[in-house]
């Protein structure tokens, strides 16, 4: 049984920064030839594609929002991956999810219809 479970987030000020993690268990084969991402979704509205990584010559992207200020990383010995938020500011107020794409293309995703494991979302509030 896959799982993604997503842990790091919380309340921080405008300016301020926040590490996001997501351990992936039960995948098969290993970690590394999946396909993650993030994703975050304001309560009413869509889930918007923040970042993604697939093993294929290490290809990381992001949303146009959040570029230059948000980093995907992963460790793929830990079956983890990460979003590193850096000046952070009140419309990143969201609840973030990670995700997993098993088709082991090795090119990053950025539509939630391409993958196929979601963690729970973790809260993430910036205050202004």
């Known amino acids: 049984q896959v799982q993604l479970v997503e842990s790091g987030g919380g309340l921080v000020q405008a300016g301020g920064s926040l590490r996001l993690s997501c351990t992936a268990s039960?995948?098969?084969?290993?970690?590394?030839?999946?396909?993650v991402g993030w994703f975050r979704q304001v309560l009413g509205k869509e889930r918007e594609f923040v970042a993604t990584s697939g093993w294929r010559g290490g290809v990381t992207c992001g949303a146009d929002s959040v570029k230059g200020r948000f980093t995907i990383s992963r460790d793929n010995a830990k079956n983890t991956m990460y979003l590193q938020m850096n000046d952070l500011r009140p419309e990143d107020t969201a609840v973030y999810f990670c995700a997993a794409d098993q088709r082991f293309t090795g090119v990053g995703l950025s539509s939630e219809e391409d993958y196929d494991y979601w963690g729970q979302g973790t809260q993430v509030t910036v205050s202004s």
């Open positions: 039960g995948l098969n084969p290993t970690f590394s030839v999946y396909t």
